[in-house]
């Protein structure tokens, strides 16, 4: 196994690539860590490198390790091809990648592999410092300049940022395909609204990324509802399994299916709609709440720019719906009152957050990902005061 420590700048991507590229053709496999991450350390000693890889496996990819166990996720060359591949056929054929994204998760690393497969090397957008519409602009035409078809990848929240500063180049891009995150409906028409040609896109690494494109399974990919409308995916682009787990493999893969911890809805022309994680299912008063569907009712209303919707224990509701929200200006945060009126007109008094609290930001876990832990812990020292207002 290849440990390489990649902090998004220039040189050390190159190095990922080189290491990526190396463990395509046959050679060791690829554990892709960041030194910013504080938990790395603790990551790269669970993948145990010193131990031999489990056969097949180019690219091991590790969760974060802040909510629990880390693991690692298995790829093998041909899961990681036919995801490139299968992306190239669903965006108009291959083309020239902006790489905006670290390449330590796997929608980065999958911009490394589709420019080695479209044979084009990929712009960097040097990530080490953070995120700037500005250096992207400039990145962007650097992409621009050569024959296209131009792409990238991005989460929600860089497109937010991007559409604040006036699309800083992101409509140039014939797509941008955006992970990480589930895309909230309003920044969806304001980015059809700037001419922004936007791609959502669900799966995980266990999928070699996105597998399924605004709703519809990649070619190769074929997606299910099993029981109580878990999703699971089948095809060529899955992992082989867990490192080092064997018992969490054999739960989690079953006769070529991964199981997924997503609930989803199938419509009669097998359309995927990701209704939210199953641990994200709110039963409040015996009515079960989805927190995707009131984050997205909180995100439509004037002054929201972000939102994360929780359940937590409650005596006498078994769980209580409660947000925390980023006002879109801390000067004026929105009228809690006029939130919960807003929630429960779109979906039910049961909706309506019980508790909300307003932060300068969402703590994450990796690009665009909420860490809902953390929000549940911040929320439930909180729980007490849930009578009407929002915290600073």
Known sequence: MRVVWSNGSEDSVAELARALLDALDGGPAVLPLDPRNPVAGDVRDAMRPDEPVEPGTAVIIPTSGSTGRPKGTLLSTQALLASAR??????????????????????????????????????????????????????AREVFSSPGPHYTALVPTQLARLLDAGGAGAEGFDAIVLGGAALPDELRRRAERAGVSVVPSYGMSETASGCVYDGVPLDGVAVRLGDKDRIEVSGAVLAHGYRLDPEQTATSFVDGWFRTNDIGRLSADGRLTVLGRIDDMINTGGVKVPARHVEDALTRQDGVAAACVVGLPDPEWGQLVAAVVVPASSAHPPSVDRLRDAVKADLGPAAAPKLIRTLDELPLIGPGKVDRSAVRRLLHDHVDHHDGDAEK
């Open 86 to 139: 299968a992306t190239h056929a669903r965006l108009g054929g291959p083309g020239r990648w902006l790489l905006a994204t670290p390449p330590v998760y796997i929608g980065g690393l999958q911009v490394l592999v589709r420019s080695h497969l479209a044979g084009t090397t990929p712009v960097v957008l040097d990530t080490s410092q953070g995120f700037r519409p500005e250096a992207f602009e400039e990145a």
